[in-house]
């Protein structure tokens, strides 16, 4: 799985998501200050799946139809430190028990809910 780690999505968990094997390119690092339509243009270039803390690609993908292929994973929740939505992501990808293509998840502290949209 090759995912795109938006921004805003810590760079310790980008480091433990390498580590753990995956394919993981980061907006800060590589192409800091992009729009969110250059994001999702990039994730459907290389067919990564988005990680994001950005609630605005609920919108993109619904209100501007904007459809990664690979799809977005959006996590909604605050004060968290910076190794968490690594390690969950983690427990998460490697369960199996999710599909992520073209579906919306957003994944809060009680919660994952998806929604398609291919």
Not at 17 to 40: K, N, Q, T, W
Request: charge should be negative; hydrophobic fraction near 40%; charged fraction near 25%.
């Amino acid at each position: 799985m090759k995912l795109l780690a938006n921004e805003n999505f810590p760079n310790t968990s980008v480091r433990i998501l390498r580590l753990a094997g995956y394919d993981i390119c980061s907006i800060g690092d590589d192409f800091p200050g992009i729009m969110d339509e250059e994001v999702v243009q990039l994730a459907v270039d290389e067919n990564r799946t988005i990680l994001t803390f950005d609630s605005d690609y609920g919108e993109l993908i619904f209100k501007h139809g904007y459809k990664p292929s690979a799809g977005v994973i959006y996590l909604r929740w605050e004060g968290f430190q910076p190794d968490e939505p690594g390690n969950l992501l983690v427990e998460i990808l490697k369960s199996g028990k999710l599909e992520f293509s073209g579906m919306l998840t957003v994944i809060s502290k009680n919660s994952i809910r998806q929604r398609a949209y291919l």
